[in-house]
Nanobody, 128 residues
């Protein structure tokens, strides 16, 4: 059975940093593209970042470009989301999602339907 889990959320002041972790089991983690999404109250779920270890490609949303980065630890089957210079607009529930595919598509990586397995979410709150 495939299981995906996120951790590392919390409450920080604007300008602070957090590192989120996504761990997957029951699948070939290093052959799958992995995305991060977020959803604020009353808003649509939006793509934040997609990382492919297969072709060493990462796409990030314009809203987080230059502030959020991804890295993988293959021995721990974990994808990290490093979030720096956080803003109140980053406040949301963050989800890790594992794709059907091994690569991220520049035109399709933000589509929820592209991802097969999802974590339960972790809350991030940024105070002014």
């Amino acid at each position: 059975q495939v299981q995906v889990a996120e951790s590392g959320g919390g409450l920080v002041e604007a300008g602070g940093s957090l590192r989120l972790s996504c761990t997957a089991s029951g699948l070939r983690f290093n052959y799958a593209a992995v995305g991060w999404f977020r959803q604020a109250p009353g808003k649509e779920r939006e793509g934040v970042l997609c990382n492919s270890d297969f072709d060493d490609t990462t796409y990030v949303a314009t809203s987080v470009k230059g502030r959020f980065t991804a890295s993988r630890d293959s021995t721990k089957m974990t994808l990290y989301l490093q979030m720096n210079n956080l803003e109140p607009e980053d406040t949301a529930e963050y989800f890790c999602a594992v794709s059907h595919y091994s690569h991220c598509s520049q035109d399709q990586w933000t589509q929820v339907a592209k991802y097969k397995y999802w974590g339960q979410g972790t809350q991030v709150a940024v105070s002014p």
